[in-house]
C-alpha cells in the first residue's frame, strides 16, 4: 500500500503543501539478466520548477551506501569556540573536483548539535554553487554529532564507495576549523573502501632464526610495515625491518629479532595489518527501513519548488 507524505516549506510557503508518494515496487531493472527486483520508490507529482512545469525524477531505492567522514573524536571537549581564525571548513563531496569552502558560525562555548547544524545549513547553500551533477550531494547532505564526532554524510547514495560514480565526503585537513573539530584526523568512508587487504602463507613454517619466507602476495611497501602470523593457534605481530622483500621479511619483534612460536607449513597466514576481514567493506550508514525512507523523502521534497 502506497503511503502519501505531505511536506511542507514553512518557512516561506506554508500554505503549500506537496505530496511524495512511499511505495513498494517489484521491478526489472537493465542488467539484473531479466530478475526482478524488490525496491522502495519514492514519488512526487510537484515541480522542481513550477514555471517551467520541471518534473522531478522519481527514485528507486536499491541500495543505500552513502558515503561519510567523521571527525577524530579525540577532541576532550563537547564545546567549541569558533572565531575569524578558524572558521573555514573545505570538503568535497561524491567526487567533485574542487574544495568547497564555508565559514562557520562565530561563538564561544558552543554545543556540538549547534555546530553541526550551522555546518549542515552551510553545506546545503553550496547547491547553487557546483555542477549539476554534485547539487544533490549538497542539497542533501547531513551532518551529526555524537560520541564526540562531527558526521557528514553525504546527500547521495551509489552502488560504490570508490570509484567516478561513488558516495564519498573528503573534508581537507588544513582547514583552519579542521583541527578544532577533529578533522585534522578524519576516518572516511572513502579511506576504508580503498584499503586492499594483503595477505599470503609462509613457505616453509617458521621453526626459528630471524627471517621469514613467504609466497608473493603482500605487495609493495613492505619495509616498516606491521603484520601479522597466525596458525589458527598462535597469533603473534612483527615488523618488517630493513632490507625486507615481498618474500623474505628481516624480523623485528618485541623479542628482539625472532618469533616466540614456531608454525608449521599448513594454515600458517601472514597478513599486512590493517587487519580485517579482506572481503570487508564500509557499513552503509542507512541501517533501518525508517532512516532509508526518510532519506528517500529528504531527497524529493529538497527538489520541491513549494511556490505555488
Known amino acids: 500500500m502506497a503511503v502519501n507524505v505531505s511536506v511542507y516549506d514553512l518557512e516561506n510557503y506554508p500554505d503549500n503543501s506537496k505530496t511524495v508518494v512511499i511505495d513498494i515496487k517489484k521491478i526489472t531493472p537493465i542488467g539484473y539478466e531479466g530478475d526482478e527486483q524488490w525496491t522502495i520508490s519514492c514519488t512526487t507529482t510537484a515541480y522542481s520548477d513550477n514555471t517551467n512545469r520541471t518534473d522531478i525524477q ?54 556540538g548539535d549547534a555546530v553541526a547544524e550551522d555546518m549542515e545549513n552551510k553545506i546545503r547553500a553550496l547547491k547553487d554553487s557546483v555542477d549539476a551533477e554534485y547539487k544533490l550531494s549538497y542539497m542533501n547532505a547531513s551532518v551529526e554529532y555524537a560520541n564526540s564526532r562531527f ?78 602470523i597466525t596458525d589458527g593457534t598462535h597469533t603473534e605481530y612483527f615488523l618488517a625491518g630493513s632490507g625486507s622483500t615481498e618474500t623474505l621479511i628481516n624480523l623485528v619483534t618485541y623479542n628482539g629479532n ?50 505555488s
Do not use: C
Open 151 to 228: 558526521k557528514i554524510v553525504s546527500g547521495r547514495v551509489s552502488e560504490f564507495y570508490t570509484g567516478s560514480n561513488r558516495s564519498s565526503v573528503e573534508v581537507n585537513p588544513s582547514s583552519t576549523a579542521a583541527a578544532t573539530l577533529g578533522f585534522n584526523l578524519p576516518v572516511t568512508s572513502l579511506d576504508i573502501a580503498s584499503i586492499q587487504i594483503r595477505e599470503t602463507t609462509t613457505v616453509s613454517g617458521y621453526s626459528g632464526g630471524t627471517t621469514l619466507a613467504l609466497n608473493s602476495g603482500l605487495g609493495s611497501g613492505i619495509i616498516g610495515r606491521a603484520f601479522v
Open 258 to 307: 625472532t618469533l616466540s612460536n614456531t608454525y608449521s607449513v599448513a594454515n600458517t597466514k601472514v597478513q599486512k595489518l590493517e587487519i580485517q576481514d579482506p572481503e570487508n567493506e564500509p557499513l552503509p550508514w542507512y541501517t533501518t527501513i525508517d532512516s532509508i525512507v526518510r532519506w528517500g523523502i529528504k531527497t524529493i521534497a529538497n527538489q520541491i519548488d513549494f511556490s
Open 58 to 111: 522519481d527514485i528507486y531505492i536499491m541500495n543505500m551506501k552513502a558515503g561519510w567522514a567523521k571527525s577524530s573524536g579525540l577532541i576532550t571537549t563537547d564545546q567549541f569556540t569558533i572565531t575569524g581564525a578558524n572558521n573555514q571548513l573545505q570538503l568535497k563531496i561524491d567526487g567533485d573536483s574542487t574544495w568547497r569552502s564555508i565559514t562557520l558560525a562565530s561563538g564561544i562555548n558552543m554545543s
